[in-house]
């Protein structure tokens, strides 16, 4: 009888091993590999956006700059001549620009107006618009050419001709807090200090300004 316990054990151990052998031979199906956001692949507009802002979009500013302009002695398709080279036209402006740019990647695109009151001097008032085209670099610089139509008022003068208009160019830059060193305290949208040169016509104005823009 002692005999039976150990054939029935036996006989068990037999059944039992194949089972076994066969769990051993196929792995537990491995659970799905966790998603990270760090893994995903960074979208084009980021990729290709230097400032880290969106690649395409539309990018609106207002912004208020302050300078001065002179323009030259010599007669000119617009008509200023501002006498001898000792009495040239000239005055200290503050402007106001309201305009939009087009991103475009690495690059952009965009238009804007402008309006400038004289401060002091013989300027009384300007407006215009222009057309803006340049590079985006760093974390919100941009580096800039523009072109468009500018019209200037002059306060009264002697031989009562006061109002004159001609094609504007100019080049410019724009750097956001990163780039001046403040640690993107306005993050990338927000203020950013713009500095331009322009001229009235073929070269008959030297105008300087710096300010202030807001991006929103």
């Not at 792995?27 to 880290?52: F, K, L, V």
């Amino acid at each position: 009888m002692r005999k039976f316990p150990l054939v029935l054990a036996a006989a068990a151990t037999f059944v039992a091993a194949p089972a076994f052998a066969q769990d051993a031979s196929y792995p537990a199906t491995p659970a799905p590999a966790e998603t990270s956001t760090d893994m995903q692949t960074a979208s084009p507009d980021t990729a290709t956006a230097p400032d880290g802002t969106r690649a395409f979009g539309i990018d609106p500013y207002v912004g208020i700059m302050g300078g001065w302009e002179q323009f030259d002695s010599e007669p000119n398709p617009a008509g200023i001549a501002g006498g001898t080279r000792g009495n040239k036209l000239n005055g200290s402006l503050v402007q106001g620009v309201a305009g939009f740019n087009v991103p475009l990647g690495p690059v952009f695109v965009g238009a804007e107006g402008n309006v400038a009151k004289g401060i002091s001097g013989d300027i009384d008032w300007e407006y215009g618009a222009a057309g803006r085209f340049g590079l985006r670099a760093g974390e919100s610089g941009l580096f800039y050419g523009k072109v468009g139509y500018q019209w200037v008022n002059f306060a009264k003068r002697a031989d009562k001709t006061r109002d004159f208009d001609d094609i504007t160019y100019g080049v410019g830059f724009e750097v956001g807090p990163k780039d001046i060193g403040l640690q993107g305290l306005t993050g990338n949208a927000g203020f950013r200090l713009r500095g331009e040169v322009s001229t009235f016509g073929s070269a008959h104005s030297f105008r300087p300004m710096l300010g202030i823009v807001t991006h929103f």
